[in-house]
């Protein structure tokens, strides 16, 4: 059971990043990109007051279930672990979280620009 929760935690986790990075760009899916934005921003910064500016309870929880399969010594990045694994990589931590800033960045600026050019086609 806890190998199908940490595929299915793989998959949900994998799935945000991509809608984050790129569900903004259509006007189809731009609610959901804005509700898994709005999500991550209140896990990074919200729950960041208490545990960490960048905390993820997405994270956290798939790193619960790694721990039950005895994983051990994980980042404390999610896509550190994703690129160290995939690419047989040791990234610098602080690129990785950089990076994802980035992105974060980038996804959020295009959803506010089509969220506005989409609610300016309506009224016009």
């Known amino acids: 059971m806890l190998e199908l929760t940490d ?4 998959i949900l986790h994998i799935s945000i990043i991509i809608i984050n990075l790129t569900f903004w760009m259509s006007t189809r899916t731009l609610r959901l990109a804005q509700v898994t934005l709005g999500l991550t921003l ?3 910064i919200g729950f ?7 905390y993820c309870f997405l994270t956290d929880w798939h790193w619960q279930v790694k721990e039950a399969l005895g994983e051990r010594d994980l980042p404390v990045s999610y896509i550190k672990l994703v690129l160290d694994r995939t690419f047989k990589l040791d990234t610098n931590p602080d690129s990785v979280n950089t990076a994802a800033l980035i992105g974060i960045l980038f996804g959020i600026c295009g959803c506010i620009f089509q969220t506005l050019r989409t609610y300016l086609r309506r009224i016009s």
């Open 42 to 44: 209140i896990s990074w």
């Open 7 to 10: 595929t299915l935690l793989h």
């Open 48 to 54: 960041g007051f208490a545990y960490g500016l960048g």
